[in-house]
């Protein structure tokens, strides 16, 4: 990526490139110079958006980041402004893939960063040390939220908080429906954030408390408490007197300085604009790398938004069963798309157009970028939880509060979330929001931890090196703004049949 030294009206991402990014808003008539050409722009073109460095044919590819997003529905001439007008895309079914053995990787350096962590009997590393309140079914949620609540009052030291998370389902689902909502639901309760968890259910829901029991480990029960509130005289007073239970083991616990390798690191976008591929996602995949080079977990969901991107990925995984996987994965969610009837390419959102972004290509190409260089090692279904090092590919769906759960559910400790548009919205954990740009940074700095724009005055790796420190401290107990904000919900994605 050819970020300047200097101010500079575009940006050229990629020398193969169609296209250049406008760094400021360009107005039609103006000159830029691209690799020492001068072209001058036939339209306005807003920040973020793409001019044309060359001539395009009509249904030739356009390229971003070296690889097309999209082809050209008409003649482009070098000045055009290239988007939805002009571009269209590509994506099909029909796609052929084909493993191609990785090249030997150079030796991992590692890292000498460390974080102040809670290690669990499991072996697993916690960055919060927390009571979770986790309903079986809806019907008890704002029973949970009431429990949360005055619990809460006299909170004891050591314990980060008591949270519950409230949701809608668990009653007459069906089928794979139901075994989303029990699994996400039990990998939440084994989550290491978690210092202790209460089950509460209601007693005739479809996800009834024993199979979510059968789920989670013997050594993670002992930090597990259940109450039922039918079978209960006072669920109230029971809920209470358990989650006092669960504080007294939890507030014995305390932070201890662990390697970077034990941080579980989930990455996601949300409202991205035509800087986010430029600034925060490479940003994010920076910290990837930092984590995977260290020898630790790093997670990536949103299958949706790989597509068009996905070879990427399929180039980088560690072995044939593993890029079968990816395959069956990525293919699987196509078919799903088709199968109600929508197209693949269903994607970008209206705020991502109106950031720039022109079609699903582009956008999962951006997209791509949050999981930097790391192999990938393991795919795994929605509800699944990770278990080895270097980057997991976990089913789900774009929407953010799905996606951001899911990770959460699979282990992830922290998550770096980047958006061009901003949004409130956090999950269990710390869910840092890194701003695009940084104009959205001064408009939001409630919401927004950290400035991806400064990418663009002093560099990716001073950058990093900042993100990274924010990163470490947020592992070691500075709160995230979602934390901050009370930014804290989850979502299940609802696939089949309700009764």
Same mark, same amino acid.
């Given at each position: 990526?050819?970020?300047?030294s *200097?101010p ?20 039609a ?36 980041y070296?690889?097309?997003f ?10 055009d ?5 002009n ?13 191609s ?18 290690v ?11 009571i ?11 029973? @949970? ?31 794979d ?11 939440? @309760? ?10 509460l259910?209601?007693?005739? *829901? ?7 029991? =059968?789920?989670?480990?013997? *050594?993670?029960?002992?930090r ?13 007073a ?11 083991i939890? =507030? ?6 662990v390697?970077?390798? @034990? ?10 604009d ?7 996602n ?16 790093v ?10 991107a ?9 072995? =044939? ?24 390419? =269903? ?63 699979a ?7 980047s ?5 409130? +919205? ?18 939001k ?7 991806a724009?400064?990418? +663009?005055?002093?560099?990716m ?6 993100? +990274?420190?924010?990163?470490? @401290?947020?592992?070691?107990g500075r ?21």
């Amino acid at each position: 990526m050819n970020i300047l030294s *200097e101010p500079s009206p575009v940006l050229l991402v990629h020398s193969d490139d169609s296209v250049v990014i406008a760094m400021t808003p360009i107005t039609a008539g103006m000159s830029v110079i691209i690799d020492g050409e001068t072209i001058i722009a036939r339209q306005d073109i807003p920040q973020g958006h793409k001019l044309a460095r060359r001539s395009v044919a009509n249904g030739a590819p356009v390229l971003r980041y070296g690889f097309p997003f999209g082809v050209a529905t008409m003649a482009i001439e070098p000045g055009d402004h290239v988007h939805s007008h002009n571009v269209h895309t590509a994506l099909g079914t029909g796609d052929a893939y084909r493993f191609s053995p990785p090249e030997a990787d150079a030796p991992a350096h590692g890292s000498d960063r460390s974080f102040m962590g809670y290690v669990r009997d499991d072996g697993s590393v916690g960055t919060r040390n927390e009571i979770w309140i986790i309903p079986t079914v809806g019907c008890v949620g704002r029973t @949970a939220e009431r429990l949360a609540a005055k619990a809460g009052l006299s909170l004891p030291a050591g314990i980060g908080g008591i949270h519950a998370f409230p949701h809608p389902l668990g009653c007459s689902q069906l089928s794979d429906d139901l075994e989303g909502t029990t699994g996400i639901l039990a990998a939440l @309760a084994q989550h290491p954030n978690a210092g202790g968890v209460l089950l509460l259910g209601l007693g005739c *829901e479809s996800n009834q408390m024993a199979l979510m029991l =059968e789920r989670i480990p013997p *050594e993670r029960r002992t930090r597990i408490r259940t109450l039922g509130a039918q079978a209960s005289t006072d669920e109230m007073a029971e809920g209470l007197a358990a989650i006092a239970e669960l504080t007294a083991i939890a =507030e014995r616990d305390e932070r201890q300085a662990v390697p970077l390798s @034990a941080l579980r690191l989930g990455v996601k976008c949300g409202g991205s604009d035509g800087l986010s591929g430029l600034t925060a996602n490479p940003l994010i995949g920076r910290m990837a790398d930092a984590v995977g080079e260290a020898g630790g977990s790093v997670l990536l969901t949103e299958i949706p938004e790989i597509f068009g991107a996905e070879r990427i990925l399929m180039d980088r995984c560690a072995d =044939e069963a593993t890029f079968d996987a990816l395959v069956g994965l990525v293919r699987g969610f196509k078919d799903y798309f088709v199968a109600h009837g929508e197209p693949v390419s =269903e994607n970008p959102s209206p705020g991502n157009i109106r950031g720039g972004i022109t079609t699903l290509e582009e956008k999962s190409l951006g997209a791509v970028q949050k999981a930097g260089h790391v192999p990938v090692t393991d795919v795994l279904p929605y509800a699944g939880r990770a278990s080895r090092t270097g980057l997991t590919v976990l089913e789900g769906p774009g929407n953010d509060a799905v996606s951001t759960t899911a990770l959460a559910a699979a282990g992830a400790t922290l998550t770096l979330f980047s958006t061009g548009r901003g949004t409130p +919205l956090g999950s269990p954990i710390p869910t840092v929001k890194i701003a695009s740009n940084s104009a959205l940074a001064a408009a939001k700095p409630g919401w927004i931890d950290f400035d991806a724009g400064t990418v +663009l005055a002093k560099g990716m790796d001073a950058a990093a090196q900042d993100l +990274l420190d924010t990163v470490i @401290a947020i592992a070691s107990g500075r709160p995230a703004r979602n934390e901050v904000n009370e930014e804290r919900s989850i979502a299940i994605w609802k696939r089949g049949v309700t009764l």
